[in-house]
């Protein structure tokens, strides 16, 4: 069993920064694939970022130029850098992976990030 522990959500001023972090167990870190999903109150879950073993990264349009993924592998753990934070950024924030050769799928309980104006 997987488990992945994000951290760093809070409350910010639009315009601010966050970076979210998600820690993983597990052997197989470098190999999988690692991602950011969202969910905002009354909106479906969103895929923000992903991030291939190769390092490769896609973004939702809503975010790109704003919000950078990144992995640190001897660390077991993914980031999200956010900048320029806006109100609608204000979501639960996810990690996920596609976890080792099997792809198996893992989900964290989640960080609240609120973007106040």
């Known amino acids: 069993q997987v488990q992945l522990v994000e951290s760093g959500g809070g409350l910010v001023q639009v315009g601010g920064s966050l970076r979210l972090s998600c820690a993983a167990s597990?052997?197989?870190?470098?190999?999988?694939?690692m991602a950011w999903y969202r969910q905002a109150p009354g909106k479906q879950r969103e895929l923000v970022a992903t991030?291939?073993?190769?390092?490769?990264?896609n973004y939702a349009d809503s975010v790109k130029g704003r919000f950078t993924i990144s992995r640190d592998n001897a660390k077991n753990t993914v980031y999200l850098q956010m900048n320029s934070l806006k109100p609608e950024d204000t979501a639960v924030y996810y990690c996920?992976?596609?976890?080792?050769?099997?792809?198996?799928?893992?989900w964290g309980q989640g960080t609240q990030v609120t973007v106040s104006s």
């Open positions: 996920n992976t596609e976890w080792g050769i099997a792809r198996r799928k893992y």
């Open positions: 597990g052997s197989s870190f470098s190999i999988s694939i």
């Open positions: 991030i291939t073993s190769g390092r490769s990264t």
